[in-house]
């Protein structure tokens, strides 16, 4: 059978037995003006054939270093210094003076004197004193260190293997000054194989095959004489840097997406937030644990915010004192005005839920009101794999007439339905601003496990009495933190990974777990 | 949320019913209690139980409500109070220290190695949960038998007694001594801080029983030999010095001791005696209960609920009214809203239907709304999106980007858990900056994008900032230019509609190339900037390739 080769391989294959001598790949590539990739490709089609191949060989590349390449144009410093001394035919001198001169750096300085002493150009005599050189030579020819620099004015990079010893005395010198880089690399040598070497041209086929089909080849129709080089249809192609959504706002657009599809309208509220707003209002006492500074952002700048309208103020101060008129007995302390107005960054987005009951109030809207949010909160912790100081929150909010706990099971399960959760558990629990509460867990098959979710419940009296939300009409709410359920729904062990933006992950990650 | 570890063993004995490992994990959620650990070789459990409950500290606590739960015994544990003789006399001077003192004598006490290390422990829990760290409330246990009635409580210049404290050197030290040298004292000395005199018991020999919140003295130290006890409970809220009495007395009498009542005289004649352990009678609308919960109950129905989880319920003289009697180691009840909730854990959450009430129409923000168009041109236009944290250094903020600031002009958190968080971000750009330099071995190019919230101070507003979205894009590899990236711009600017509605003015910026930066302004104001970014900038994030890079503040668009 005969061999069929690509017109650019039989040339290549021709000049290599024209050449008849082992060969460096790039150097190859340079001197045929190929590319190296085209080049390889090349010999890979010899291989296929039997004619021709490839071994690696380690090899040691020198070049000059950073510093080396300025003496290569101003001259070693040694150099340097005698050029001053010649310059202004100075015989001898003050080491301190020269040194003034020569502007070179002390160490530089230094290392110069040395050589130009090694040279036997310069004498320091002790009883001179140590600070004075003389200038005892006449001559000043290039030194072996030098023309061995000089070397690299025309090769940048040289084969470490082809020093004369005399030529590695030189290096080893340089070496040790930094003025040199010694890198290793692995170089490809090309050759022939006895088959190669012995075929003649005249018996190889050309292979009329093309990679690809070009628009010269459609318009005049020459595509039909040609034969497209078949791809390797199994290999994948290499990743495509494109653009893609962030995992995390994937999830919260699927939730956002779901609070829309069960009727809630999104809402926002300030990140930097009163303590009002965050706690007072939320009939939190203002001795309460969860306000403490290890637990809550304080800031120095700005320090306090302004209070919304003297009425409702006095209002959340009545609930706090004696209940006001939420039929609560009330926590019984002297409420402080001043507490309420320091600035925190929001621990919990129902700060913002507060600010739309108060704007309930403020407009005397009708029911049904439902809301959701799905936003940043703050939380004074140290970061590891399983805590954040940020994260994002989720919150569902109805505002509404004769709603109960029933009512409120029923939105739960059908929120977490709606995620993928087919079966959800209440659990009695305890939130300071919610009566009765609810933990909410859900089923979650691919671990067989149960999930703890977050909180749910009715808001208390004292929390929705003092912006006119009372009797019949309640305010159910529930709530969890996003980070947990990102972390099993991407699989992923570090939750700090959502916002540190490992590029490689981001780019590899898939949306549907 | 405080956790306490419960032998079953010792748990079976106090609830009277042999039970196991599975079925008390499974129960325990319930009653309001969270399993967290289960030790099968040493048949043990942890449970969490919620602030609110602080009864639930000790075994006796939990042991009250499952019994209710496995309806073994109903309605409110009854405790007997003997009257007792033992006065306390409070003097007038405590008022602007420590306000309020109860007090509660008990007798007959046999503990075994369990029951007194509950009584340690019980201790520290409502120092915690109900004491606020000993500033709201403090507790002193003191052997009854080594002191003299009546007792006296009173307030002293700091150096004008000393005692012997527990856990000393064994030497007599005055009040002020102990704050400054005692580890008790160390530990509690801020919550008298300020004060000229501080608190102390005396004992009618005008021996030192206590000198609360901080240490008792040695001299009424409980031993083994200890027959009676004397509880002192001091502290800034009468409500909780009552619950916190309330809840040691009732788990003591829980271990078989007879609490017997003291008398605290208050000066001007008022003279309470503690512990009080009357239950308190609430009287609630019997429908109101069903409607919050969402049930029909009958009275039956509900009065059994209120018996199991240990309350006593009876129908009213009021029509439709129910009496509802709460023990007195209850402090959580504070509103008719929380029958509520004690209803559905009698009748069980378990048992709770779900009813579906649909409508509404939803709406996204029109801000997040427009965010998301935005996310989709930029995927368009082949950049990544990344997430990062509002929280940021004013280093990578500003110093980094060469931008000057002053100190008193950006949002400066008290108390930030590292100086990486210590302000908030104005600029998204320096983050994607430092994005760039934690990827920057990744595959090039690099194109990322951020949406996302700047807080900006402003005085105007009601909490002195304003939160803003941005969008910050930026393109890294060796042939980054401003080309490229103000092509990514129009790109943007076109998707939107506003390609004649926007132009970029020259300008200079400290942390862009001279040349190649401008502002971006929409319809004549400023909206931006755009440009490459300087080599300094480059250098402080470690990069080795040019960035261009634009910042665009999406609310100017709306």
Redesign the interface.
Known sequence: MSIELKKQVIDILKILQEKDIEIEASKLADELNVDYIVLMSAINDLIDNNLGGFREEEMYQVSLSQEGLTYLEKGLPERQILQILLKNEIKEINLDDLRAEAKLDENLFYVGISNLKKNKWVTQSKATGENKIFLIAEEFPETQLEKFLKKFESNEIVDYSILSKEELMQFDVLNKRKLMNKVRKTQRIIYLTKKGKSIPISEIQELKQVSKITSEMLSSGTWKKYNLKPFDVTKPGPLLKAGKIHPLVNLINEIREIFLSMGFIEIRGPIIESAFYNFDALFQPQDHPARELQDTFYLNNPKVAKLPEKDRVLAVKKTHENGGDSGSIGWGYEWDENIAKKTVLRPHTTATTMRRLAQFYRNNEKVPVKVFCVDRVFRNEKLDKSHLAEFTQVEGIVIDDNVTLCDLIGLLSEFYRKMGFKKIVTRPGFFPYTEPSMEVSVYYDKLDEWLEMGGSGIFRPEVTYPWGIKEPTRVLAWGQGLERIAMLYYDRTDIRDFYINPIKWLREQSYLK | MPTIELKIERLERLVGKKLDLKELEYDL????L?LEDTNVEEQKVKVEY????PDYSSPEGIARALKGYYELELGIPSYEVRPGEITLNVDPSVKKVRPYIVCGVIRDIDLDEDEVATLMNIQEHLHWAVG?DR??VAIGVHDLDKIIPPYRYTAVKPDSVSFIPLHGDGYPMNLEEILLLHDKGIEYAHILEGKDVYPIIFDNNDEVLSFPPIINGVLTTVTNDTENLFLDLTGT?F?AVNLALNILSTTLSDMGTKIESVKVNYQGGKEIITPNLNPKKWEVKKG?IN?????ELSLTEMLKCFQKIRMDAKKSKKNGYLDIWVPAYRGDI?????F??EC??GYG??N??????????????P??DFS?KI?KI??????????????TSSEKQYDFMKQNYDK?N?????????KE?NT?RKKLLPQLMD?LL??RS???????FEVG?I?L?D?D???????EVHLSAASYHEEADFTEIRSTLDFIMISLGYENDFEIKPNKNLSYIDGRYGEIYLKGSKVGEIGEIHPEVLLNFKLEFPVAAFELNLQDFL
Do not use: C
């Open positions: 959620q319930w009653i309001g969270d919620n602030p609110n409950r606020r500033r709201k809220d409500k109101y409607d919050i919960i969402g049930l504070m509103h008719p809203v929380d509520t909730e559905a854990i959450y378990f709770l239907p779900l009813t579906i009430r649909e409508g509404g129409v939803g709406a996204y923000h801000i997040q998301s996310r930029m995927i368009g236009a082949g950049y990544l999106e990344i997430l990062n944290f509002i929280l008193t950006i949002v400066e958190i008290a108390n930030p858990v590292s968080y908030t994005t934690l990827n990744e595959e090039k190019p690099i194109r990322i919230d807080i101070l005085p507003e009601e909490t002195g900032t304003k939160r």
